[in-house]
C-alpha cells in the first residue's frame, strides 16, 4: 500500500516546531575549527541562515555540517532531526530524481534516501582529508543507497510497457539510471554491477572510494565493471534492453 505522507517533509515539519520551542537548541563550533565561526555558538536560527547563504564559505559549512554530525551522535536524539531537516532540500532533489528513474512510491524513495542519510550521520569519517563538502558526501551517500536499494528492488518491478500512460512521464527511457535498471530488470548485469557503473561512470566516484567502500580489491572492481559494460554494449546494440 502507497504511503500517505513523505518523511521528508515530516522531518522538516519536526524541525520547525524545535525552532519553535521553549528552549530552543543551539550549537557551539569548536574553536579549532579553522573558520570564520570557530568558537561560537548559534541557535537554529542562525545556523539556518548561513547554511541558507550562497556567500558563506565552504570552511564555515563543513564546520558546521561537521559538529552536526558529531551532535547526532550524542545523546540528544533531537540533532538527528536537524541533521536531516537542514539537509532537507538536498535530500529532496535527490529523491526526486530517483522517483523520475525508477518505479514505486515517491514517499518510499523518499523513506529509503532518508534511511541513507541516517546511515551516511553514523559512519561519516568526519576525519578524512578528501572529505571536501561534509554535506555533499552525506548526501551522495544517501543517494547511493537508495539507489542501490531501487536497482535491488527493480528485478520485481512491472515492464515499463505495462505501466499505466497517466505514469510514463516517470520513466525517461534515455536517462542513464533507466538504462541501468532495464539492464537489471532483464538480467543482463546485476544490481551490484550496475551500483559499479553508476558510481564510476556517471558519477566521477574514484576506483578507491567504492573499492574501500565494498572492501574488494581494485583490480577485481575493474574486471568486474568491464564484463558488466560489455554485457550491457552488447543487449542495447541487440534490442534486449
Known amino acids: 500500500m502507497a504511503s500517505t ?10 524541525f520547525d516546531l524545535l525552532c519553535q520551542g521553549p528552549l530552543p537548541l543551539s550549537l557551539t563550533i569548536p574553536a579549532d575549527a579553522g573558520s ?4 561560537k555558538r548559534m541557535d537554529l536560527s542562525e545556523i539556518t541562515g548561513l547554511l541558507d547563504d ?8 563543513n564546520a558546521i555540517w561537521a559538529q552536526l554530525v558529531r551532535e547526532s551522535r550524542g545523546e540528544d536524539s533531537s540533532w538527528v532531526v536537524v541533521a536531516c531537516a537542514l539537509a532537507y532540500p538536498a535530500l ?5 530524481t530517483l522517483s523520475r528513474c525508477f518505479p514505486g512510491d515517491p514517499a518510499d524513495i523518499a523513506a529509503e534516501v532518508l534511511e541513507g542519510f541516517l546511515i551516511a550521520l553514523r559512519t561519516v569519517d568526519l ?7 561534509v554535506i555533499g558526501v552525506l548526501v551522495w551517500k544517501a543517494f547511493n543507497l537508495a539507489r542501490r536499494e531501487r536497482y535491488r528492488e527493480v528485478g520485481q518491478i512491472p515492464a515499463l510497457d505495462s505501466v499505466a500512460e497517466s505514469q510514463s512521464s516517470m520513466y525517461p527511457t534515455g536517462h542513464p539510471d ?3 535498471a532495464r539492464a537489471v530488470r532483464a538480467g543482463v548485469i546485476t544490481g551490484e554491477e550496475a551500483d559499479y557503473i553508476g558510481r564510476t561512470r556517471l558519477e566521477g566516484q574514484s576506483f578507491d572510494a567504492v573499492t574501500a567502500e565494498f572492501g574488494i580489491a581494485r583490480a ?3 574486471r568486474y565493471r568491464e564484463a558488466a559494460e560489455a554485457r550491457l554494449v552488447s543487449a542495447l546494440q541487440t534490442g534486449a534492453i
Open 5 to 14: 505522507s513523505n518523511p521528508l517533509k515530516v522531518v522538516k515539519n519536526t
Open 36 to 39: 570564520q565561526v570557530a568558537g
Open 54 to 61: 550562497s556567500n558563506t564559505e565552504t570552511a564555515t559549512r
Open 92 to 96: 529532496r532533489s535527490k529523491a526526486r
Open 127 to 133: 576525519s578524512d582529508p578528501a572529505i571536501g563538502s
Open 178 to 180: 533507466i538504462i541501468l
Open 220 to 222: 577485481t572492481l575493474w
